[in-house]
């Protein structure tokens, strides 16, 4: 979801800065071996897939290495000590760069997309900050509810003829309309709809543009991308027209639902009394919409394949749900935060998967990574989140395979602070953290509570990039079951 704000040292230069430009003993770190004069580290590259293609280069060549492709050349971080290094607020800020500064002609200064400098992500956080309280929450808590019922109507008549349900989709679907209803008062009627909502094709669109615009040289890009340059200014019309719409309707219609499109609309900084011009709402509007249900479906994806590949794990965790909430048709929210089991099969899949599987970090003053590596003021290294969760030093020789209970409460304590961050770090990291957690562990205990999970035969997990991750293709089998059943549990798959 979207980010808070950080204080920051004066602005720096924007767009892409090759490492040579930081790193001045860039020679010292390692990097694919059999490079091609101008193309780079292309060899055994796929352009589908560079953070996986990242994550098997990252195993061979250590903690800390480097990619070169088309002249620009890339530090990444995934070990736990020079990655907790990165996370020192002190020394590091965030960076915008690579497909998030790509995403700026669609969400320009909002929260997640916002330059260190420019001052309206400051504005923004301060004002919408509590939007995110544990009051507020509870207020969303209801809606989200409602929003699980029709995923569960669409999914009882999926089941009852026989049909697999497509998830990632429909958690597209269900997370899309728990954003929109929860902050802005809007209906995308998501769940009446045989195809994706116009709006998330766009939004796709965007974020596949984004990360295709890594992958090809600047001066090239009018040339390579002409078509789908022109796809994305269309998406990104269409998304600024639909977001116009839902704050056109809230202006006239009136305010005093207390969400977020009330707060950007009619809350005053506390301190200096300034508000969010028209223009940045939009953008803020854009960001929660995007983020607020794109990385949340993927998780929530993610940990239902882990589930029905592991049955006797799924059979746990809803035992916990038929002993916590018992017999109550719409669990409070309080009762959320007691399905500890449920929450921590849904961090073990973000560890695995972290639907944002990296974020950047440039330093604030010259200084040293890891007493070795020399970084001018403004180098920037991209930590790669999904191979950070799999260093052996802190997960284990087994980090590859999926055990919830390694956030049981003494192993969390035993780890170094810094080895899992799926919503990133520091004071930009997700504002909306404790929503998605919240948003998803509700909708994991309500699925396991009315259905057992069983995959596909001959499925493999396979994971679509976009920025942001998926599993691709994922579909799984249903069978209805009464809260406090014995659970039959389907046979077990390989945990991929």
Not at 73 to 92: M, S
Not at 125 to 140: K, N, Q, T
Not at 199 to 219: E, I, K, S, Y
Not at 273 to 294: C, P, S, Y
Request: glycine share 10%; hydrophobic share 40%; proline share 8%.
């Amino acid at each position: 979801m979207a980010e808070t704000s950080a204080a920051a040292p004066a602005a720096l230069p924007k767009g892409f800065r090759s490492a040579e430009l930081g790193w001045p003993e860039l020679h010292r770190i390692p990097h694919p071996p059999y490079r091609v004069p101008l193309l780079g580290d292309v060899i055994g590259a796929h352009p589908r897939s560079p953070l996986q293609d990242s994550l098997t280069l990252g195993r061979r060549l250590g903690p800390v290495f480097r990619r070169k492709v088309f002249g620009n050349e890339i530090v990444f971080v995934w070990g736990a000590g020079p990655a907790g290094e990165l996370a020192d607020e002190t020394r590091f800020a965030k960076h915008v760069g690579l497909g998030i500064a790509n995403l700026r002609p669609v969400a320009g200064d909002g929260l997640f997309t916002a330059y260190n400098h420019e001052p309206n992500w400051q504005l923004a956080h301060d004002v919408l900050a509590p939007g995110f309280s544990r009051e507020a929450m509870a207020g969303y808590h209801p809606m989200m509810l409602d929003v699980t019922e029709r995923l569960t109507d669409r999914w009882d008549r999926e089941q009852a003829a026989g049909r697999p349900v497509d998830v990632p989709g429909d958690m597209t679907k269900l997370t899309l309309e728990t954003i929109a209803r929860t902050g802005f008062g809007h209906d995308f009627s998501s769940f009446e709809r045989s195809r994706p909502h116009p709006f998330v094709t766009a939004m796709v669109g965007t974020l596949t543009h984004a990360q295709r615009r890594n992958m090809v040289p600047g001066p090239l890009a009018p040339l390579l991308l002409r078509g789908s340059a022109r796809r994305n200014a269309a998406d990104a019309a269409y998304l600024h027209h639909t977001v116009d719409a839902v704050v056109a309707a809230r202006r006239s219609g009136g305010g005093g639902r207390g969400d977020l499109l009330d707060r950007m609309l009619d809350t005053a900084h506390p301190e200096t009394g300034e508000r969010l011009t028209a223009e940045n709402i939009r953008r803020q509007v854009i960001t929660f919409l995007i983020a607020g249900h794109e990385t949340t479906s993927g998780a929530l994806s993610f940990a239902l394949h882990y589930l029905a590949r592991n049955p006797e794990i799924a059979a746990r965790a809803r035992a916990e749900v038929d002993r916590v909430w018992g017999g109550t048709e719409r669990p409070a929210y309080d009762q959320v935060a007691r399905l500890r089991l449920v929450r921590r099969v849904l961090d073990e899949s973000l560890r695995l998967w972290p639907t944002a599987p990296a974020f950047a970090r440039e330093a604030r003053h010259d200084t040293v990574l890891g007493g070795v590596h020399p970084m001018r003021r403004g180098a920037w290294a991209l930590v790669l989140t999904a191979m950070l969760h799999r260093d052996p030093a802190v997960w284990g020789e087994d980090a590859e395979s999926f055990d919830p209970d390694r956030f049981d409460p003494a192993a969390v304590r035993a780890r170094p602070a810094h080895a899992f961050k799926p919503f990133g770090t520091g004071a930009r990291a997700c504002i909306g953290r404790q929503f998605a957690l919240h948003e998803a562990t509700l909708v994991l205990g309500l699925l396991l509570r009315r259905y057992t999970l069983a995959p596909e035969p001959g499925y493999r997990l396979r994971v679509a990039e976009r920025l942001t991750l998926m599993p691709e293709g994922l579909r799984l089998r249903l069978d209805r079951r009464t809260p406090g059943e014995g659970a039959t549990a389907p046979a077990a798959g390989t945990a991929r």
